[in-house]
Structures are given as structure tokens and as C-alpha cells.
């Protein structure tokens, strides 16, 4: 296959990931959209952690939130729970690796909150661990994954909320993740300027 071909294929394969995500996603992501502006508006926060491109992506919703995303509005209280190196660091020489969110969520987290989970495969031990500290600590999680959603699907209790990408390689999954994240942040930005119901 040509480079040329590679390319092309790689926009193809991504819009259709993009498709079959819309087709399934779009409900879930309203949800959630609706969980994360009710708890912005009740004086809750949203804290978001992931690894590798996931932390990226915790850290690019965070700044939406707290900064802007389009449009010009007062800042909202988001937290990514992947940028405190010395925090990050010291849990997991401490403690171990999987605790390096959970303890951040004890800490930092209460009822009302929400936490933005967010693994391609569903496996990562340490959002898992998250995940359950949130549940104990009486906060909603929205889990962000693919390939079914992995060990995560399993742990999410009724009132959360599963947006899961139905695709199985990596690349695509981060790519419908970032489509997530925006209509997240558009959505919420909707709400509270008035311009949906």
C-alpha cells in the first residue's frame, strides 16, 4: 500500500468511527451533558482523569471548562486530575501507581461531584480505582471508553454514565473521544448560556 493509500485510509476509517459513534453515542453523550451542567450549576465540580492520551484529553476538558470553549462565559470548576507532577509522583512512590487518582478523589471529591473517566480499553487500574472512590464518596461518574468498555462497563453503577465507542483500535477510539469532549464542552456551554433546552 502506498503512503499516499495509507492516509486516505486512515481519514476513512475515522470517519466512519465518527459515524457508527454518532449513531450510538448520541443519547449518552446528552446525558451527560445534562449530568455535567447540573452539577456545574449546584456548586459541584467535574474532575477528569486518564493515562497517556486519556490524561491528555483530562487535561484539554479541564481547560474548556475552566478557561472557555467558544464562547465567552464565567469560569467553570474543572478539575484534571493528571497535571500535579509532585502529587502524581509521591502517591505512586508511597502508595502504588493505581491509587495516584483514587487518593486525589478522596481528597479533593464530594457528593455532587462528577468524575470524567476516561480509558480506551476500560482496563486502566488506576481509573478504576477512581471510579470506585467517586461511587463511595456519593459522586456520578461518566466513564469515556471503548472496546466495550472493558472492566469499567461493569463497575458503573445505574446513575452513571457509559459513553462507549463502538470501535476496537486505539487511534479511532481517541479520536472519537476528542468529538466527545466537544460536544461535552458545546453542550454544556448551551445549556448555561440559554441557547437549548
Known amino acids: 500500500m502506498s503512503l499516499s493509500a495509507r492516509i486516505h485510509s486512515q481519514f476513512a476509517e475515522s470517519i466512519a ?4 459513534a454518532m449513531a450510538a453515542m448520541a443519547g449518552p453523550i446528552e446525558a ?15 474532575m477528569a482523569c486518564g493515562n497517556g492520551g486519556s490524561a491528555a484529553d483530562s487535561q ?3 481547560a474548556e471548562l475552566l478557561n472557555r470553549f ?5 469560569p467553570l470548576a474543572a478539575i484534571a486530575l493528571t497535571t500535579d507532577t509532585s502529587t502524581l509522583t509521591s502517591i505512586a512512590n508511597d502508595y502504588h501507581y493505581d491509587e495516584v487518582f483514587a487518593k486525589q478523589v478522596r481528597g479533593l471529591g464530594r457528593a455532587g461531584d462528577v468524575l470524567l ?3 480506551t480499553s476500560g482496563n486502566s487500574p488506576n481509573v478504576i480505582q477512581a471510579i470506585k472512590v467517586a461511587q463511595a464518596k456519593g459522586m456520578r461518574v461518566v466513564a469515556l471508553t471503548g472496546k466495550g468498555g472493558g ?3 461493569a463497575l458503573l453503577a445505574p446513575e452513571d454514565i457509559h459513553l462507549c465507542v463502538p470501535a476496537e483500535r486505539t487511534a479511532r477510539i481517541q479520536e472519537v473521544h476528542l468529538v466527545c469532549i466537544h460536544c461535552l464542552c458545546d453542550g454544556i456551554d448551551a445549556l448555561l448560556l440559554g441557547e437549548t433546552e
Open 17 to 20: 468511527a465518527k459515524q457508527a
Open 32 to 46: 451527560a451533558v445534562r449530568l455535567m451542567h447540573h452539577a456545574l450549576r449546584h456548586d459541584g465540580k467535574i
Open 60 to 62: 484539554h476538558f479541564a
Open 70 to 74: 467558544e464562547k465567552e462565559r464565567p
Open 117 to 119: 473517566a476516561i480509558s
Open 151 to 153: 472492566k469499567m462497563a
